[in-house]
């Protein structure tokens, strides 16, 4: 099973600034198939990021993912207020597994 | 635009076994794999499995002595039963749709119904 360690555990930032979410896998994922959610308290989860890069549809271009291999990253470039929820990673190279998440939080 | 919607119980008593029902509105379950996740209290989320509409499941290796997943394409539902449940399997569940191949993102998802597992 391929484990997913994303970090930091907690990120606390502003509105308007940069914020960068990482997530490594245990093995190579493969095709770089690692997706990106967010989930605000009570929601369920909402497709950010597809295929490492690809912003799933309806998501703002502030939103980007990259990475490949092992090393992946979610940046969110100015910081909105309803941007501040729990990201999490997942892998589907390799049946499906996600990571703990990240809290972006308000500083 | 996809809706989801799980039902079923919110509390099963330990030993026996949890049902769920995923109804999708707003398109048709035939030519997509959908699947099932949870997410215990305080925890990561975690892969059940998954059914395509024709019928064919994939479960997660640590659930799959446990775990039925079925298709009712007419009614445009599927569902979950998972076994001799006990306290572990308490969390949200979700349902969610995959794409039209097993190696994809879950782009819907339903709003997820907590099952508490208690006497």
């Known amino acids: 099973e391929i484990v997913l360690t994303q970090s930091p555990d907690t990120l606390s930032l502003s509105p308007g600034e940069r914020a960068t979410l990482s997530c490594r896998a245990s093995?190579?994922?493969?095709?770089?198939?690692v997706a990106w959610y967010q989930q605000k308290p009570g929601q369920a989860p909402r497709l950010l990021i597809y295929?490492?890069?690809s912003r799933a549809t309806g998501i703002p271009d502030r939103f980007s993912g990259s990475g490949s291999g092992t090393d992946f990253t979610l940046t969110i470039s100015r910081l909105e207020p309803e941007d501040f929820a729990v990201y999490y990673c997942?892998?589907?190279?390799?049946?499906?597994?996600f990571g703990q998440g990240t809290m972006l939080e308000i500083k | 635009q996809v809706q989801l919607q799980e039902s079923g119980p919110g509390l099963v008593k330990p030993s026996e076994t949890l049902s769920l029902t995923c109804t999708v509105s707003?398109?048709?379950?035939?030519?997509?794999?959908w699947s099932w996740i949870r997410q215990p209290p305080g925890k990561r989320l975690e892969w059940i499995g998954y059914?395509?509409?024709?019928?064919?499941?994939n479960y997660s290796p640590s659930l799959k002595s446990r775990v039925t997943i079925s298709v009712d394409t007419p009614k445009n539902q599927f569902s979950l039963k998972l076994t001799s449940v006990t306290a572990a399997d308490t969390a949200v569940y979700f349902c969610?749709?995959?794409?039209?191949?097993?190696?994809?993102?879950?782009?819907?998802w339903g709003q997820g119904t907590l099952v508490t597992v208690s006497s």
């Open positions: 295929g490492a890069s």
């Open positions: 707003g398109g048709f379950i035939s030519s997509y794999y």
């Open positions: 059914i395509y509409y024709s019928g064919s499941t």
């Open positions: 997942q892998q589907y190279g390799s049946m499906y597994t």
């Open positions: 969610a749709r995959l794409g039209v191949v097993p190696a994809a993102s879950l782009d819907y």
């Open positions: 093995q190579s994922v493969s095709n770089n198939y």
